[in-house]
T-cell receptor, first 111, second 114 residues
């Protein structure tokens, strides 16, 4: 049972445009959501997070939106840069502290 | 910021041998650490939750006798893959919850069993 889903395995955008990565979840007990960036053979790097009491969190070029009623969150990157090319994972946690990851979306930003 | 050191970064071992992977929180105490496994082009799958001073909690389907986890101190957790087989070849990653609400990940260990 995949509790966190990233239905788009890949996304390609032009440099300077907006990248939108989507994530859906099924467990209503999740109360904290995170986005990570990952390169092959490396550990994930934290990007941005959002608590379930908020619907938006912004940090520089990165903004995360949370729609609790739809159990959906998204990561917006604007403007996209070639260095943003990587695999992006969304993750969710509840009061257990465990992080449950989505399958990842490979983002390619073309110069 | 919080740093988690994971060693070794890669290891090749013969089938039937055991391999130990270490995960250390360098600048904070971690009462709980987590171990993940990632197959190529797949998600990070939680294997177990490592609790300092007590037994690890394993996720469903993870063999606790094969993946031995020890969390002997507030800064060190180890994962030992016992009697390794080629199907155990994977990328193993640890993480620790820091003093805030964040999760810091190690750099991962690429295990290849030949």
């Amino acid at each position: 049972d995949q509790q966190v889903k990233q239905n788009s395995p890949s996304l390609s955008v032009q440099e300077g445009r907006i990248s939108i990565l989507n994530c859906d979840y099924t467990n209503s007990m999740f109360d904290y959501f995170l986005w990570y960036k990952k390169y092959p053979a490396e550990g994930p790097t934290f990007l941005i997070s959002i608590s379930s009491i908020k619907d938006k969190n912004e940090d520089g070029r990165f903004t995360v939106f949370l729609n609790k009623s739809a159990k959906h969150l998204s990561l917006h990157i604007v403007p996209s840069q070639p260095g943003d090319s990587a695999v992006y994972f969304c993750a969710a946690s509840s009061n257990t502290g465990k992080l449950i990851f989505g399958q990842g979306t490979t983002l390619q930003v073309k110069p | 910021g919080a740093v988690v050191s994971q060693h070794p970064s890669w290891v090749i071992c013969k089938s039937g041998t055991s391999v130990k992977i270490e995960c250390r929180s360098l600048d904070f105490q971690a009462t709980t650490m987590f171990w993940y496994r990632q197959f190529p082009k797949q998600s990070l799958m939680l294997m177990a939750t490592s609790n300092e001073g007590s037994k690890a909690t394993y996720e469903q389907g993870v063999e606790k006798d094969k993946f031995l986890i020890n969390h002997a101190s507030l800064t060190l957790s180890t994962l030992t893959v016992t009697s390794a087989h080629p199907e155990d070849s994977s990328f193993y990653i640890c993480s620790a919850r820091d003093n805030g609400y964040g999760y810091t990940f190690g750099s991962g260990t690429r295990l290849t069993v030949v």
